[in-house]
């Protein structure tokens, strides 16, 4: 169909299975590590910082190597290379804080409602990214409405959960 994305891996449902993977590991990454670094001095603010770059690198890999491998870049994002760096810089920012957020929180007080809507947030992501030739890009549409939206749809079910555990069961 006209405007589809085509999937670079070569079907939809490998495309699924790669983000859905992907999110798996994305979304349990602050729990190996929390339990690897126990003994490090290492606190929650270090694990958000570099789990956020990370994902942020991840994600924007994913974006431009399905784009490096079919040569199907948005001529308007190449044709002016600060137009693509604003948007990189766009991207490592907010996909910096769709996974800095979840892992301070988790890595602070064991929340893991922000994880679930990580996974979420993953698979969408990559399953968008690793499609190309769309009619609109989706980097630029994700940078500027829907990674803000899932930033503070996260962090307000973050506060739900916060909520709940202590005020309702104690825990906290």
Not at 26 to 52: I, K, N, Q, W, Y
Not at 65 to 72: E, V
Not at 75 to 104: C, E, H, K, N, R
Request: hydrophobic share 60%; net charge positive.
């Amino acid at each position: 169909m006209p405007g589809t994305p085509d999937p670079v891996l070569g079907s939809r449902l490998l495309t699924v299975a790669v983000a859905a993977l992907l999110g798996a590991a994305v979304a349990l990454a602050p729990v190996f590590l929390s339990f690897a670094l126990r003994e490090s001095r290492a606190g929650p603010t270090a694990l958000a910082v570099a789990g956020g770059l990370a994902y942020a690198l991840l994600c924007l890999g994913a974006w431009a190597g399905a784009r490096l491998a079919t040569d199907a870049f948005v001529s308007s994002m190449v044709a002016d290379p600060l137009t693509l760096v604003g948007w990189l810089l766009g991207g490592l920012v907010v996909f910096g804080a769709q996974a800095g957020i979840p892992y301070y929180l988790y890595a602070r007080w064991r929340l893991v409602v922000p994880l679930a809507a990580l996974f979420g947030a993953t698979v969408l992501v990559l399953f968008a990214f690793l499609g190309v030739r769309g009619e609109s890009d989706p980097l630029a549409l994700y940078v500027l409405f829907f990674g803000p939206m899932v930033v503070l749809g996260s962090s307000v079910l973050a506060l739900a959960e916060f909520g709940v555990r202590r005020y309702v069961l104690g825990w906290m």
